[in-house]
């Protein structure tokens, strides 16, 4: 997986995470059928040592 390619899944994923964050994420099993907001859900960040790829929240 390229630099560029990490970096778009990364911004993907923390789009995802935003939505559930702010309550706006859809959940079909909920009455209210959001699902539930995120009190404190930080961005996901990459850190890379040479060939190993870490994920930090």
Same mark, same amino acid.
């Given at each position: 997986?390229?630099?560029?390619?990490?970096?778009?899944?990364?911004?993907?994923?923390?789009? +995802?995470?935003?939505?559930? *964050? &702010?309550?706006?994420?859809?959940?079909?099993?909920?009455? !209210?059928? +959001?699902?539930?907001?995120? *009190? &404190?859900?930080?961005?996901?960040?990459?850190?890379?040592? !040479?060939?190993?790829?870490?994920?930090?929240?």
């Amino acid at each position: 997986m390229t630099d560029v390619e990490r970096r778009k899944f990364l911004d993907i994923h923390n789009e +995802y995470r935003s939505l559930v *964050a &702010r309550g706006e994420a859809v959940d079909k099993a909920s009455k !209210s059928k +959001y699902a539930p907001m995120a *009190a &404190r859900m930080k961005k996901m960040v990459r850190q890379c040592y !040479s060939v190993r790829t870490k994920l930090v929240i």
